[in-house]
């Protein structure tokens, strides 16, 4: 069990204590609930939750803005989400399935808008990427209402909250009550009764339980032990899978592990060769709260474990074994306590010094040493007698083991006591496959811990003298690696951090800092000199690379091998922490990057822009083919023989959304190299993020094509790039600045009617969003007609769906139906998805229009069923606000709330702001037509 990390949790508060409904009876001991909690919650004490990642909302005005807030903190949240409410719990008196969260605004008997849906805490948690999500509610569901009680008058009963709740893996509800009792809050006391119990165990602690860390589990038993002795409602526990196990706090009352139950035979040898830790050690709660909990167990069960504490070179592995070893439960392993450094990633050589890495150490070697600390003289020279000789000293004694930076399984295995001795083994390695029982990965610092290292070692704690925000940036430059902290935090006693910062500059901050620079290199260097020498050509060739991360296809195209073997290379390297890794991609750490670089310029059988050649050429191939299957439209640059096929759309899309950032990095790498075909990788990139809605970033690139294309004086991709940019300015409602590239595209393309058709139908849409819809026609029409001419059925659906726009904006549906009809038969026939759901959606518009609304609501949900088929977002919110506004207009005013929802939150996504703020009027008005009915 480990504390979850502090940086890559998120919890949210909401409590509502007083009520406009003189139904609803106000709850004074929420408000101390909410404050208490947080309190507890952010303190070091109990769990340390950074203060930005735990919000409360007390008495929450705007139920809209307390969902946006917990959607936020949801998709932040990748350790663990903690969602609490205490309030008034109401069902809904036509659908006891739903369960409303009260706030201030809400009305018992009506407005059940202004209220909190469960549903939406539901949706929230689930989507959320956390490992771990816990959800706290303080409220009940009772018919009745006593005094100081939390059930509104009506209220239905439920047979189980846990029922309620669909419970996710790695998932846990917690709640006050069932179904059939009230969840009180006594008048008089400071806070409601089970919240009360709860803060207590959080605050105080559990001194019976012997641990230091208070799981779920754990909590429950004692505030169902608590609550019955006082004879107050029960609570109620849901978990699935590991959802008990998920720990929310520090155990105030723990001291330490139950006192040892055997020693030492009287006069024995008590050897311990435990280096002292740094003095400078800070943060690594959660790792050093695991090694004690293993040590307690191997104190209580007299069984051998093993745990490996892996980490790439630098992070501080060995410091958490020391820091772990002089813990007060280390003094349970009075038997002996050995520190034995295997050498196996030691520094090696500097690029072409001559000088070679020494050996790892032999454990045939490291068993002799062992043997005669513990008083053997009588050694022998055959390994497997001096193995057995290890083991049957270690058999009756309680000894820890420090086996520090090991190589591989084969150098530790003589060296691991049996299975019944009472021995803790902590190894610790950059290879984090070596077999153990346990397993530990030492993360890079939280930038919390990071900065107080920095303030420990410069000896300053004022603030205004080191300010937070800058030491951050400071970390943030070290790496957050402690082996370039230290130094770092040594020079702000004599240096400014602002000067620090200032001569800091990528790609080489540490140039400045030998005392820094110097651990660094060699960190990486004995990383890499024990690597085998296929995995040094690959990590040669990463480096190489333009990043900021990379896959087995991209690095297979730029050392001409097999995809298959590039991968299981890279993932032999991330094994080997070398590399970092994330959802099948791969990087270098910052620092490390320049290191590998100097490495690869140092081999002279490789010349970068080479290498890169082949990796644009890749990357532009696979870029224009997924781009073609994706919209069937023809690409702007034809595949190329090196770049990947793609069966499907998903394929397609599937492979442009992993390597989005490699495309962006490696167009600009290829502009600098002077790529014959720079222009096209540009410009494809620009289209992509054109397509991801990432209108800036598609901009900039569309300009760097442009001058390229001006400079190679190549008319047709200097059309495409200024349609490209036209479009980025026209979806970010700058109207003026698009058709002013329309127009200049337009007069460049002069005989080329396919880009003449796309820059017509670009200022139609202008005209069209400012209303101005017969000049918005005229230019559809003209672009339709040369669409028809060239044969070029992209533009003529384009084309086609605009001309019906301006008929329905202009309360002409029945007319705008035969062009949307005409729109969706092209665009199935080409498989441009995305056409087709728009289309399917313009129908539904139509049909809406001339108050057809079932008919409406078939189109859109055909809609909404194919964009989901593709992870079409904006298709799929565009669609869920058809029906939103359709299910208003048939009465049904709640599922069209529900849809509502769905589509701003995706809105909300995309950063559409617009949308999102026609979902706000939208909800509004369906509120208030329902008020009026």
């Known amino acids: 069990?480990?504390?979850?990390?502090?940086?890559?949790?998120?919890?949210?508060?909401?409590?509502?204590?007083?009520?406009?409904?003189?139904?609803?009876?106000?709850?004074?001991?929420?408000?101390?609930?909410?404050?208490?909690?947080?309190?507890?919650?952010?303190?070091?004490?109990?769990?340390?939750?950074?203060?930005?990642?735990?919000?409360?909302?007390?008495?929450?005005?705007?139920?809209?803005?307390?969902?946006?807030?917990?959607?936020?903190?949801?998709?932040?949240?990748?350790?663990?989400?903690?969602?609490?409410?205490?309030?008034?719990?109401?069902?809904?008196?036509?659908?006891?399935?739903?369960?409303?969260?009260?706030?201030?605004?809400?009305?018992?008997?009506?407005?059940?808008?202004?209220?909190?849906?469960?549903e939406d805490f539901r949706r929230a948690v689930t989507r959320s990427p956390a490992r771990r999500k816990v959800v706290v509610?303080?409220?009940?569901?009772?018919?009745?209402?006593?005094?100081?009680?939390?059930?509104?008058?009506?209220?239905?009963?439920?047979?189980?909250?846990?029922?309620?709740?669909?419970?996710?893996?790695?998932?846990?509800?917690?709640?006050?009550?069932?179904?059939?009792?009230?969840?009180?809050?006594?008048?008089?006391?400071?806070?409601?009764?089970?919240?009360?119990?709860?803060?207590?165990?959080?605050?105080?602690?559990?001194?019976?339980?012997?641990?230091?860390?208070?799981?779920?589990?754990?909590?429950?038993?004692?505030?169902?032990?608590?609550?019955?002795?006082?004879?107050?409602?029960?609570?109620?526990?849901?978990?699935?899978?590991?959802?008990?196990?998920?720990?929310?706090?520090?155990?105030?009352?723990?001291?330490?592990?139950?006192?040892?139950?055997?020693?030492?035979?009287?006069?024995?040898?008590?050897?311990?060769?435990?280096?002292?830790?740094?003095?400078?050690?800070?943060?690594?709660?959660?790792?050093?709260?695991?090694?004690?909990?293993?040590?307690?167990?191997?104190?209580s069960d007299g069984r051998s474990m093993v745990c490996l504490v892996h980490g790439m070179g630098g992070v501080g592995k060995t410091e958490i074994l020391r820091r772990a070893a002089a813990s007060p439960w280390a003094e349970q392993f009075e038997d002996g306590r050995f520190e034995i450094n295997l050498r196996g990633f030691a520094p090696g050589s500097e690029p072409g010094d001559g000088r070679q890495a020494p050996e790892a150490r032999d454990p045939d070697e490291v068993l002799e040493s062992l043997l005669r600390q513990v008083g053997r003289t009588d050694?022998?020279?055959?390994?497997?007698?001096?193995?057995?000789?290890?083991?049957?000293?270690?058999?009756?004694?309680?000894?820890?083991?420090?086996?520090?930076?090991?190589?591989?399984?084969?150098?530790?295995?003589?060296?691991?006591?049996?299975?019944?001795?009472?021995?803790?083994?902590?190894?610790?390695?950059?290879?984090?496959?070596?077999?153990?029982?346990?397993?530990?990965?030492?993360?890079?610092?939280?930038?919390?811990?990071?900065?107080?290292?920095?303030?420990?070692?410069?000896?300053?704690t004022d603030e205004s003298a080191l300010p937070q925000g800058e030491l951050a940036q400071l970390a943030d430059r070290c790496g957050k690696l402690p082996v370039a902290l230290r130094p770092m935090g040594w020079a702000l006693r004599h240096t400014a951090v602002a000067d620090l910062l200032a001569a800091m500059e990528a790609p080489d901050p540490l140039r400045d800092f030998p005392e820094a620079d110097g651990p660094v290199r060699a960190a990486f260097l004995a990383s890499y000199h024990r690597l085998p020498r296929e995995l040094q050509l690959t990590l040669r060739h990463c480096a190489l690379h333009p990043g900021p991360d990379f896959a087995g296809d991209t690095v297979a195209a730029m050392m001409s091998i097999p995809a298959a073997t590039a991968a299981l290379r890279l993932g032999r390297l991330q094994q080997r922490h070398v590399l970092l890794a994330t959802r099948g991609r791969f990087g270098f750490h910052g620092l490390f990057r320049h290191y590998a670089q100097v490495v690869a310029e140092n081999d002279p059988a490789l010349r970068g822009t080479d290498v890169r050649r082949s990796l644009y050429g890749h990357l532009l191939g696979s870029l224009a083919h997924a781009l073609s299957v994706l919209t069937g439209a023809p690409a702007h640059s034809a595949p190329t023989a090196d770049g990947t096929a793609f069966a499907s759309a998903d394929e397609a899309r599937a492979w442009l959304k992993s390597h989005s950032a490699e495309l962006e990095l490696a167009a600009d790498a290829a502009s600098r190299d002077g790529w014959e075909r720079a222009t096209q990788l540009e410009s494809g990139t620009g289209y992509w993020l054109y397509l991801n809605e990432r209108y800036g970033s598609a901009r900039s690139h569309y300009e760097r094509a442009l001058e390229l294309a001006r400079a190679a004086r190549d008319r047709a991709s200097q059309v495409y790039a200024l349609n490209g940019i036209a479009e980025t300015h026209r979806l970010q409602f700058q109207f003026g600045d698009a058709r002013a590239h329309y127009r200049r595209a337009l007069e460049l393309a002069d005989g080329d009617l396919t880009a003449t058709s796309e820059s017509l139908n670009g200022i139609a849409l202008t005209y069209s969003v400012e209303q101005r819809y017969a000049d918005a026609r005229t230019h559809y029409e003209r672009a339709l007609e040369l669409a028809r001419g060239t044969g070029d059925l992209v533009a003529q659906v384009y084309a086609l769906t605009g001309i019906g726009d301006t008929h329905r904006y202009e309360f002409r549906d029945e007319d705008g139906l035969a062009y949307f009809v005409e729109a969706l038969t092209l665009a199935a026939e080409i498989g441009n998805v995305s056409a087709q759901a728009y289309a399917l959606t313009c129908i539904g518009h139509a049909h809406r229009g001339q108050r057809r609304y079932e008919t409406a609501l078939d189109w859109y949900n055909r809609a909404l069923e194919l964009a989901r088929s593709t992870e079409d977002r904006m298709a799929q919110a565009q669609a869920l606000y058809g029906i939103a506004r359709t299910y208003g207009f048939q009465g049904r005013f709640t599922q069209g709330r529900d849809q509502c929802h769905l589509a701003m939150w995706i809105f909300q996504d995309l950063g559409v702001q617009d949308w999102v703020d026609q979902c706000v009027e939208l909800l509004r008005d369906l509120a208030a037509d329902e008020r009026r009915q």
Request: aromatic share 4%; net charge negative; with cysteine.
């Open 379 to 460: 050694i022998q020279t055959d390994r497997d007698a001096r193995e057995e000789a290890w083991r049957a000293w270690l058999s009756t004694r309680r000894v820890l083991l420090l086996l520090d930076n090991a190589y591989d399984a084969e150098q530790i295995r003589p060296l691991l006591p049996g299975p019944h001795a009472a021995c803790l083994t902590l190894v610790s390695s950059r290879n984090q496959h070596i077999p153990a029982g346990h397993s530990l990965g030492a993360e890079l610092l939280p930038v919390r811990d990071a900065v107080a290292l920095l303030r420990h070692i410069a000896g300053e």
């Open 137 to 299: 509610l303080d409220c009940c569901f009772s018919g009745r209402a006593i005094t100081g009680g939390m059930a509104a008058a009506g209220a239905r009963a439920l047979k189980s909250v846990a029922e309620q709740v669909e419970i996710e893996d790695n998932t846990c509800v917690l709640t006050a009550a069932s179904g059939t009792a009230t969840a009180l809050c006594p008048p008089g006391e400071t806070y409601s009764a089970f919240t009360g119990e709860l803060v207590g165990l959080l605050a105080d602690g559990v001194p019976e339980e012997h641990r230091e860390l208070l799981d779920v589990s754990t909590l429950y038993r004692h505030l169902h032990a608590r609550l019955s002795g006082k004879g107050r409602p029960l609570p109620q526990l849901g978990t699935r899978n590991a959802g008990s196990d998920i720990v929310l706090a520090r155990n105030a009352a723990y001291t330490g592990p139950a006192p040892a139950a055997r020693g030492s035979a009287p006069g024995s040898i008590r050897p311990n060769t435990l280096a002292a830790p740094d003095g400078t050690f800070v943060g690594r709660r959660r790792e050093l709260a695991e090694l004690a909990d293993l040590a307690g167990r191997v104190i």
């Open 1 to 118: 069990m480990t504390l979850p990390d502090t940086g890559a949790s998120r919890a949210v508060l909401i409590g509502a204590h007083q009520f406009a409904d003189a139904s609803l009876e106000a709850l004074p001991g929420v408000a101390n609930n909410v404050k208490e909690l947080r309190r507890l919650l952010t303190a070091d004490a109990t769990w340390g939750l950074l203060d930005a990642h735990c919000t409360a909302y007390l008495d929450p005005e705007d139920p809209v803005e307390v969902l946006a807030a917990l959607n936020r903190a949801a998709r932040e949240a990748t350790d663990t989400l903690l969602v609490y409410y205490a309030g008034h719990g109401l069902i809904d008196p036509d659908d006891d399935r739903r369960l409303y969260l009260a706030t201030p605004q809400t009305c018992a008997d009506d407005q059940w808008y202004l209220s909190l849906r469960y």
